[in-house]
């Protein structure tokens, strides 16, 4: 994996997800690497569910998550930045 939107902080350069686990069902540890071989960077930050843009059709009860507003759909269907082919 690796998206173009993980940019290492340092120098810019794309950053591939290493490994990740689950620390709990709405958190997930991700350890990332810059793929920069002059910087090579390495961190761990995580990934969070915060909100539900569309329910489940199949609902755990024990999630209960906000349900996303206006502004938050706004950003959801906002155009992803142009693809940069220099990785
Ligand atoms: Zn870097």
Request: with cysteine; glycine share 4%.
């Amino acid at each position: 994996m690796g998206s173009p939107r993980n940019k290492c902080p340092h120098c810019g350069h794309a950053m591939q997800i290493r490994n990740s686990n689950s620390e709990h069902p709405l958190m997930r540890a991700m350890y990332l690497q810059c793929t920069n071989i002059i910087c090579g960077a390495t961190f761990r930050g995580n990934l969070e569910l915060t909100h539900t843009l569309s329910p489940s059709a199949s609902p755990n009860p024990d999630i209960n998550l906000p349900l996303a507003d206006a502004s938050i759909r706004r950003l959801a269907q906002a155009k992803p930045q142009p693809k940069k082919t220099d990785a």
